[in-house]
Structure formats: C-alpha cells, structure tokens
C-alpha cells in the first residue's frame, strides 16, 4: 500500500486516540516516524504526566533497530517547548538530529504557541504543516482542549436520543431510544469528556451506571480514508456529576456505586450531603431564584478543578437549563427509525445549532450540532 503525506497526519490523530480519556488536561497527540517513505517508529502520549508521543515513537522506532536520524517526524500537535511533567520534546528532536518535523496543528495554548516551530527552526531542522484542506477537515479535534486552554471553561457536549417523530421518551419510564450497536459510541463519547452530567431526575427514573462498559468507539473511527488501526484502548469512567439542588437521589444509586462523582447541591443540603458522602464528594452552588443552578458559576468552578470537558446526558430539564444557559458546544442527537405515540411523550429540545455532520450507526442517525 502507497501511503501519502496526508496518510500520515491523519496516522498521528488515530494514535492520539489511544490516550483519549487518560491524559486530560493535556492535549491528545499522536506521532509517526517516517524514513524513505515507511513508517519506522509510532507513539502517542498515554497518560497525564507520562512520555510524550515523540518520546514514543522515537523508543518505538530505535527498540526496531531503527535510526531516527534523517527521518521525518508526523506529529499531531506542535512538540512543546517547555519542561512541564517531562522534558521539552523540541530538545530531544533536535538531539536525534531528525531531517523534518510535520506538524498537524499549532498548540493552541498562547503561551507556548509557535515557540516549539521556532526552536526547531533555529536548529536548522524543517518545520512544514498539513493543508489547510487537512487542518479544516479535522478542526473538530483539538477544539475541546483549544477552549479549555484559552478560557478555562470546560468544552460542554449535549447528548439525547430521539425518535424519528422527535420524541425522547415517556414521562416517568425508562425507556431505550437508540439501537445496541450506538451503545459504543456512547462509551467513546463518555470516555472522551473528563465528566459525565445529569440531573436529580435521571438518577430516579433511569438509575443510569454512566460508565464504560466496553472498550469505546470514536467518531473518528467512522471517517473512511484512514490507515489501518487497532489502538489499544483502556476504558475509563469519566467523573460523574449529579446536581441535586433538593436532595433527593436515592444514596444507593449506581453513580455512587465507587468514588468517582461529585454530588452538586446548594447550602441547605449540604451538610447531610457531607454526612453521608464525605466532603471531597460534595460541590455547594448557590441556586438562583427559580431553585436551579447557575451554570456559567458551575463551570467556571469545576473549570477551576481542571475538569476540561463535560457531556450532559440529561435528563429533558437539564438539557433544557444547558440551552436556556447558551453554554453548549456541541450538540448530538441519536435518532431512531422508530416512533413513539403516547399522550405523556418527552419532546426533543428545539435549538438553533448548526447541522454539522450525519453519519449511521446501524439504524440510528447521528446527527452532530455546533455554532449554537
């Protein structure tokens, strides 16, 4: 198989995706090292404070028996320049007296921005970038950590499933909208967000686990035009975040099944919260006059707790607070083939978003919506 430049970056963004729920704050990054047009050496970076992708794939590539002298290094996103949990990457690049360094993207960070680009020019090493027809088609990428590193608010991400007359379900039951082969996307959506959302009423009707289960699937494996890829995937739960202004989850709910949640209440249910929960487990956010949270306070604060990403999952008032709000960045609606007809339906939230991509899984459409 002939492989182009192009295969190659998009090589470096599949690779990423074997660190995907294990590396936040960090950015996901993927690296291929190439040499008289094959690849010799691949690595990404799997887990907060460990080696870089480089450092990976140079390891990768010398365990072969290969040299990294004189080859191209594919990186996803621009090695750092900074000695953070690990050394500068640049500094090791230049050391292996690498030929050219093909970055995806610029970090996005404005501190670091174009600082490893110029290091490496410096030393005489050449820097080139994928087209822009590239960079365009997979903008989506590194736009969670691009908001958070430029703002410190969390990317937000809605999610529901829907019928094809645009019903999320019956009032009270707990019913399955969409077919079993979405469930993995669903995995991969969860592990891709550091936490997980829903409302005090989601955890009474569905008593949802909201973790993953399986080994996830990404949106990006649905592309077509990709290089063979089997990453090695560790599932994650991401953090679950419950807000219950009222106090009224049951305390033996599966979200409480192990420690790994946060119970958002206000002032007159904190104490008891605390008493049952410990207090680690315990975010107190003062309600606004109609008893509910206010969201931007919400996610600056847990921002402020390097929680970069959230996917809101429900129920139907917390999707609609999340609207009302104007703080979604993407939204994403599973739709069934199938209908419902019954006098106590569940409306999908209308919005203003943009229709930005279609695919199928099995039967369900994904419908994915951003520029709200």
Same mark, same amino acid.
């Given at each position: ?9 998009? #090589?470096?963004? $599949? ?49 072969? %028996? ?7 290094? $594919? ?8 000695? %953070? ?29 174009? !600082? ?30 691009? !908001? ?8 937000? +991400?809605?999610?529901? *499933? ?7 379900? &019956?009032? %009270? ?10 469930? =993995? ?40 035009? +990709? ?8 599932? #994650? ?26 119970? &958002? +209440?206000?002032?007159?249910? =904190? ?53 009302? *709000? ?21 409306? *999908? ?9 279609? $695919?199928?899984?099995?039967?369900? *459409? ?7």
């Amino acid at each position: 198989m002939k492989f182009y430049r192009d295969d190659f970056f998009r #090589r470096t963004l $599949f690779l990423a995706l074997c660190g995907r729920g294990h590396v936040s704050p960090n950015p996901e990054v993927g690296c291929v090292i190439v040499k008289d047009k094959k690849i010799i050496g691949e690595g990404w970076h799997p887990y907060y404070g460990g080696p870089h992708a480089e450092v990976q794939a140079i390891q990768n590539a010398e365990n072969q %028996g290969y040299c990294v002298a004189g080859a191209c290094v $594919f990186v996803s996103l621009e090695p750092c320049a900074h000695t %953070g949990k690990t050394p500068p990457c640049v500094e090791m690049l230049i050391q292996k007296k690498v030929s050219e360094v093909c970055i995806f993207f610029l970090d996005p960070n404005p501190l670091v921005s174009g !600082k490893g680009v110029q290091i490496l020019k410096n030393a005489g090493i050449l820097v080139s970038f994928a087209s822009s027809n590239l960079q365009n088609e997979y903008s989506f990428f590194y736009e969670p950590f691009q !908001k958070y590193i430029t703002t410190h608010i969390p990317f937000i +991400t809605g999610k529901i *499933a829907k019928t094809k007359n645009g019903e999320m379900g &019956i009032i %009270g039951e707990n019913m399955r909208i969409s077919g079993d082969e979405t469930q =993995k996307f669903t995995y991969g959506l969860r592990q891709k967000h550091d936490a997980i959302l829903v409302g005090a009423h989601t955890i009474l009707v569905d008593n949802p686990h909201l973790g993953v289960r399986e080994i996830p699937k990404y949106y990006e494996e649905y592309e077509e035009n +990709t290089l063979p890829f089997l990453p090695q995937k560790v599932p #994650r739960d991401p953090l679950r975040l419950i807000m219950d202004p009222h106090g009224i989850c049951p305390h033996n709910a599966q979200v409480f099944r192990d420690e790994n949640f946060l119970l &958002i +209440t206000e002032k007159t249910q =904190k104490v008891s919260a605390e008493k049952y929960f410990g207090k680690s487990h315990i975010l107190e956010i003062p309600v606004q006059k109609n008893n509910s949270f206010s969201l931007p306070v919400l996610l600056q604060i847990l921002g402020e707790k390097k929680i970069a990403s959230i996917l809101v999952e429900g129920g139907e008032k917390t999707i609609q607070s999340f609207f009302q *709000a104007n703080v979604f960045d993407e939204f994403i609606e599973y739709e069934s083939p199938n209908i419902i007809i019954h006098k106590n339906v569940i409306p *999908a939230p209308i919005h203003s978003g943009k229709l930005w991509k279609t $695919f199928f899984i099995g039967m369900d *459409a994904i419908k994915i919506w951003k520029d709200f």
